[in-house]
């Protein structure tokens, strides 16, 4: 297989089968597990005919392995989507997938999770219980919807989606290639995710991530939309990881909510994998106060 190809594979976990995205390295720093956001899929991270925007294929590069997951409920465990409204069940079929898709293949230091919008969800629940995580990225998420996408929400429901989202997600248009505005990156969504996004602010985010123990990159799009991002918001974001030996606050400019998919993926992905470099040789004596800004 070309190293910087993705292959899709599939893989029972519990008999339940599970998709996604893959590249295989022979001699792995470590391997990057990424996490799409809702109503997408794996291939978020190795968007279509535009490979210059792939992580997995940056990561390959780097000479990590990757990994896309279609998370529970999506992809080949659509059809098993009422099966995950437990988070536990959740990270067990995502760990599960993890190590089905590596087999028997070196993993480096360890797996570097990236977690995207509602991905960010199971990224963080995934790096405070598996004990091969070195570090996670996180984007697209916060503590405080935006007045607008607040009234966009509450108008969701499991059968329809609001007619102002798109526009939510994916302004201004010009910081994303034409084609990928087309909706070609498109999935339906799973069930349980009403319930995530509806306790992930309140309850869920600040309490798992206190948890954390491994270093964290916060990045913050310029023209993020959803979440509110100004600098007291990020602030408060930054001051959930207590336990964490290195929070850095990475802001990304001339970048929308999708940053794996605009015309500045390339820099952003460049910024996880020097950061996931700089997890391979975090010291354990790091200074747990320290946040940094890129």
Known sequence: MNASAPARRVVLVDGVPMSGLAVQVSDPRGVIVALHGGATSSAYFDCPGRPELSLLRAAATQ??????????GYGASGLYADGFADPAQRVAAAS??????????ARGAGLFLVGHSAGCELALRMATAHPGVIGIELAGTGLRYTDAARDVLS????TSRPAGLRDLLWQPTDLYPPEVLTGA???PGAPYEGEVTANWPRHDFPATAARLRVPV????AEHESVWDSDPQAVAAIAALFTSSPRVRL?????SGHNLSVGHSAGEY?????SFAEESLAALPDRD?????AS
Not at 288 to 292: I, L, S, T
């Open 288 to 292: 747990p106060d320290h946040v940094e």
């Open 250 to 254: 990475n802001e990304m400019t001339g």
């Open 185 to 187: 990156l498109s999935a």
């Open 155 to 158: 108008e969701a429901s499991l």
């Open 96 to 105: 599960g997938a993890v190590d089905a898709m590596l087999g028997g293949g």
């Open 269 to 273: 992905h460049r910024s996880v994998l």
């Open 217 to 220: 990159q916060f990045s913050v």
């Open 63 to 72: 000479e990590f392995s990757a990994i896309a997951l279609d998370r529970p």
